[in-house]
């Protein structure tokens, strides 16, 4: 094993495509041994990790706790406002004292310059367990999840139908132009992708040859698609404007009519939580097309990798 060349994963953007290809073959390894009855590989024995949680999770902080448990060594789940961080000391400080203690941190963050300040103040490696820009860790368990249900990842195509602006899509977006996957985003006028996400994504799709198409109709970009992805319309911190992403995107749901539309052999995936009857009905996300449950039990493999790679 070597180590991965950044210090932080804060965004997916950070990691080479060679240091992407591989996490995802070390993933894959991690999941073959824990199939194989080694579920317990002590590479982390004596070393420990603090989870910082700013907001709610049941998939990431449950895969983190287990495979840092898994590979020999200790989590911590330190709930935000439980820390002084909560009465007002402040990030850079936090990051000090909890190098003196531990070998990483896990955070969870509302605003993703917090994430980024954690990280300048940190000796440790900092892993982005989602913040309002980017979820790195979904897209690793989401990519292998993929390569496992369709042999390769170059050449696949994945068609995102919902906000354009979603956190998950925007890793997603970044790694998928890094390994040849195009990519097709139905979303409405008022919910692109950021500009400077489309800007690093769009500059690696030219190096790496993927499609990158941001268009108004699902029924159009589901066409052709391998994939058929979605998340939720209202993200945690987004619950003020409920009503109008209600109404927004209504036309973007993934529906049994329009999951039809894709390749036969199309897969839906979904991050999780979900919120039923809104971007996805039952009968899909219940149905043949659905791989989420795979893709969620892919977060403990994806994340022992990580851990191992980066502490
Ligand atoms: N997909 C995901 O990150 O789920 P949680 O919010 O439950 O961690
Ligand atoms: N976009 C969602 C993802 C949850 C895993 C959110 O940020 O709430």
């Not at 990280?119 to 897209?139: F, G, R, W, Y």
């Not at 036309?251 to 390749?263: F, G, H, P, S």
Request: proline share 2%; charged share 25%; aromatic share 6%.
């Amino acid at each position: 094993m070597r180590r991965l060349k950044c210090k932080d994963l804060l965004s997916i953007a950070e990691l080479s495509r060679e240091d992407l290809i591989y996490l995802l073959e070390t993933s894959k390894l991690f999941k073959s041994r824990y199939y194989a009855g080694e579920r317990v590989i002590n590479v982390l024995t004596g070393k420990s990790l603090a989870m910082i949680f700013q907001k709610p999770s049941t998939r990431t902080r449950v895969s983190f706790e287990v495979a840092m448990h898994e590979l020999g060594g200790y989590a911590l789940y330190l709930n935000w406002n439980d820390l002084q961080l909560g009465r007002g000391e402040t990030i850079a400080d936090t990051a000090r004292v909890l190098s003196r203690y531990v070998d990483g941190i896990v955070a969870r963050v509302l605003r993703h310059s917090d994430l980024v300040e954690l990280a300048k103040h940190s000796s440790i490696p900092v892993i982005n367990a989602l913040s309002d820009l980017e979820h790195p860790c979904q897209t690793l368990a989401d990519l292998l999840t993929i390569w496992e249900k369709k042999g390769k990842l170059e050449g696949i195509k994945i068609a995102f139908v919902g906000d354009g602006a979603d956190n998950v899509l925007n890793s997603l977006l970044i790694a998928s132009a890094k390994l040849g996957i195009n990519i097709s985003i139905a979303t409405p006028v008022g919910y692109d992708p950021k500009g400077d996400i489309l800007r690093i994504a769009e500059s690696e799709a030219v190096r790496y040859g993927s499609v990158i198409e941001v268009v108004r109709e699902p029924e159009e970009a589901v066409k052709g698609a391998d994939v058929v992805y979605t998340d939720v319309w209202v993200s945690m911190g987004q619950e003020s404007e409920r009503a109008k992403r209600i109404a927004d995107l209504s036309k973007y749901r993934v529906t049994v009519d329009l999951i039809k539309l894709a390749k036969d052999d199309v897969v839906f995936m979904h991050c999780l939580p979900a919120k039923r009857g809104e971007e996805v009905v039952d009968e899909v996300i219940d149905g043949r097309w659905s791989v989420v449950w795979d893709q969620a039990e892919n977060r403990l493999h994806t994340q022992k990798a990580v851990l191992a790679l980066l502490l």
